[in-house]
């Protein structure tokens, strides 16, 4: 017997016949012995919809008002899953955010989880009803509903997990694990069945969008394991876990890529103190995120910076600094957006040298220029042109011994 | 100054135009300098989606969780109106049922309202701050989501109004008024400038469909001002108040219908005491509601019963009756469903003799034949065959001397 939470994501309860295909997954663990609850998004397409109709009658609307409209995706389908869970003979009853309660703070729109109240919900799951929570959702300070995000619900099923104290939250969503690189470039890519928390977050963050990053970070902090599976098919999937728990640990997990970058150069700036200050400030407090920086010393006194960001932070940035151009001294402002960001990640790599130099070779054999380096811990990354993106993959993922015998098989994008 | 209660109904919110529509309704009652609370609506057709969806996945689903899911259609347009609402320049915010809180009793999908706590809606009113309040749904004793049941957004309303002291409650529809007869059927009727709530509830429970009954019997207790008018035109519509607010009392204020009767004749019926029991507690115990009841005496100690009831509720009268035939001794069940109820209806009669003869003369000179006859203090109903309703509304319409000068002009249905 196990206690465990189980989120199914817009895709898996998009109409009436998956409502109740997920009731009949819920059913079975049920039937296992389990103490379970469920956590829902909104059917697809209905969250869109109802943010569309918020900035249609202005852009600038008011978060709370927005989360009041936002959040009734969530309310209607627990209610219909409720249903059907009890029409399959499974007791079960919903609750909203604001119920359970799931408090968060004033942050409207994007609020943050401040603490849940597990007491009620473990009652019920040991009485053998099956909670059935809204994701998406809770309750601020004033009294009002808030949301946390899109794919918020991932967080919420991760933060309930840990309140109710569940032995592991289950994430069912359109995809059957989590893979060492995306399949569709790479049809010999594996599925991963258990990887590390920080893996994860590397992975999720650089472009293999399984899981929301901040729940990862707070199953992290919080100690919840957590697998992907599939909806629709029915296989195990992967454990994200601590790494204590990951017995055989691989060098290097998987390869990850992001073609949402754009690369800044700045020509000729004055080398002196405070001049990284006076360009990454202004960026910095217009919530420009800055990724990877270089800075090349130069001779004469000045220096070549460059550095990386979000794709579509790129006209705003050259917007910011192009008006400081005086002030920051710099000679000219060369932009390009395209740009891919690859990278290597592995716990493995604590241990192991020699992980970045295979990277290197490995580019260079296929004539692939290193534009940008940079690395952590358990990742190197380097920034290439676009077109490069699928080869730098490839052979990356043959280089280290990623590749499967033969194509996997999986169930959707 | 006044403090007025809006409330609009589904196609006064069916879409952004009209919602914008309403919340320049809302700025010209506030910028008058009155202090405004709105009752709203789903947008039209959302309900019966939301309905469908809980029908769909079990006719027997639990109506706690059938409240969870039907209550986001009002959700969602409170959000919306306050968000049009500050766009426009006022000062709004939405409130859910249970952020009033609307405490109704237990009985879900039909819940009653046992209080409303006025004072923070008043509060913010007397900040200038719009309160836009979701109808239709309260908060029970269990903490969970409450429906009043359909139409239930006129009921909280009115109740709305009583909370807060409000000198008027505007309900906003798709007709303009009250009128003196349906204007399908005659085109001189004329809107009603003031009607009583006893009449009101004569002419709502006999097929005026304008106003939900339980909302005119709520505003009578409580003596709210009710003024029915069109969301789509501007101009006064008809005031539902106390009969001493009527000046000039007209002796009949409107001619009512309905068809959706059934006439039932038990033959032959033993005419001993505790018979009408005998026929009308196993009805009165299925929950079928009797309406007018005629009992012929006879001459060899039988009797004819005849009586009306819900022409929906006619297969499961005739089924219940017939099994129990042989305990009540009748000899035959005749049921006609071809059969429709018209109504006179004025306060007036209380003080005037001959209303009912007028109308069996009326009714007579067309050769329309008389088949029950029901009266109270402020009506006179008949039941004539159904294909006789519209000459039978026309005759009367003329005969009491209602018409109007021509024929009005009207909004919508």
Redesign the interface.
Known sequence: MARIVMKFGGTSVAD?DR??NVASRVKREVEAGNEVAVVVSAMSGVTNQ?VK??Q???PL??A??????V??GE??T???L???L??VGVDA??W?G??VPIRTDNAHGKARVDSIEGALLIERMQMGQVPVVAGFQGIGPD??ITTLGRGGSDLSAVAIAAAVKADRCDIYTDVDGVYTTDPRIVPRARKLDRISYEEMLELASVGAKVLQTRSVELAMKQRVRVQVLSSFEDKPGSLVVDEDEIVEQPIVSGIAYSRDEAKVTLRRVPDRPGIAASVFGPLSAANVNVDMIVQNIGDDGSTDMTFTLGRSDLPRARDLLEKQQAQIGFEALIADPDVAKISVVGIGMRTHAGVASTMFKTLSEKGINIQVISTSEIKVSVLVAADYTELAVRALHTAYGLDGPEPARRGEG
Do not use: F, K, P
């Open positions: 009436l409502i109740r109802l109709w918020c249609e009658l202005s609307h008011d709370r008002e927005y989360d009041t409209v959040a009734t309310q209607v627990i209610g219909l409720a249903i059907a009890q029409t009853r919903s909203q604001w119920q009294n009002r």
